[in-house]
């Protein structure tokens, strides 16, 4: 498996930083539209002079002389040149695919990469397609230690994924990212769903860490000796004392009092 890091939130200094914390377990750096946007691609040069061995991708979002700015991206060392479809053009029922198709049709001597609205849905025609990259969310920048978060990630056999509510909506959609990313991801309490080992990685979330299910279905992960990532709002709660990793969301869950 490929994973691949979107570096979008940081400086250049930051992107750096992130690099030399999580490039043992990353196989492809992206830097996003963002850095592109408010540093160029002169600290692209940068970030390669430094890492002059890891793989780069760059994601400009490109609107006007695309030609010359791929040239530009590939001078300045990007590896792979993609295509991304925006939500607003997703919902207009637009896809990546044709503009996919030219990129691949006059980029000879650069990687190919597709990202924007890949369901398990379209696979078929992700495999027709033929990039060399298919970008998915990871969920690691944003973590209180990626370097740790990325090595689970990249050690682990099988991830499981399992959430109470909106939570458990939002982890299987995550889990079909992991998918397409060539993970092989399993959602508690579907009926194809294996029995958790000691080499798996279970990710739960739980704004309060006090859901019954949730923590049951941890506690029996933490038995066996599986790997525990948990999303929440409380890194005091049942759930935070089991678990080997812990990713705080800013909000508050729906058992929290309003001051």
Same mark, same amino acid.
């Not at 000879?108 to 190919?112: E, H, M, S």
């Given at each position: 498996m490929k994973i691949q890091l979107a570096i979008d939130l940081e400086d250049v200094d930051g992107a750096i930083k992130l690099i030399k914390?999580?490039?043992?377990?990353?196989?492809i750096f992206e830097y996003? @539209? *963002?850095l592109v946007i408010n540093f160029g691609l002169e600290c692209l040069a940068k970030i390669r002079k430094q890492f002059p061995d890891i793989t780069l991708l760059a994601d400009l979002k490109i609107m006007d002389v695309a030609a010359?700015?791929?040239?530009?991206?590939v001078k300045y060392g990007a590896d792979y040149i993609g295509t991304h479809t925006g939500y607003d053009l997703q919902a207009?029922?637009? @896809? *990546?695919?044709?503009?996919?198709?030219?990129?691949?049709?006059?980029v000879?001597?650069?990687?190919?990469a597709i990202a924007g609205g890949i369901k398990l849905a379209n696979l078929e025609e992700v495999k027709q397609?033929?990039?060399?990259?298919?970008?998915?969310g990871g969920g690691i920048s944003t973590t209180d230690d990626p370097t740790k978060v990325a090595e689970e990630f990249k050690a682990a056999k099988n991830v499981f994924v399992y959430g109470g509510g909106r939570s458990g909506l939002g982890l299987k959609g995550f889990a079909m990212r992991l998918v397409q990313m060539g993970k092989t991801a399993y959602v508690v309490g579907e009926t194809t769903t294996p029995a958790i080992t000691a080499d798996n990685l279970l990710i739960v979330a739980?704004?309060?860490?006090t859901t019954k299910g949730t923590v049951n279905i941890a506690k029996e992960a933490h038995r066996v000796g599986a790997k525990i990532w948990l999303w929440s709002t409380n890194d005091e709660s049942p759930l935070a004392q089991i678990?080997?990793?812990?990713s705080i969301l800013p909000g508050k869950s729906k058992n929290m009092v309003n001051d």
């Open positions: 914390k999580t490039k043992d377990s990353i196989d996003g @539209t *963002p010359y700015e791929v040239n530009q991206a207009k029922g637009e @896809t *990546p695919f044709e503009t996919f198709a030219l990129i691949k049709e006059n000879k001597n650069t990687k190919t397609a033929d990039p060399d990259l298919l970008i998915v739980s704004a309060s860490g678990t080997n990793q812990i």
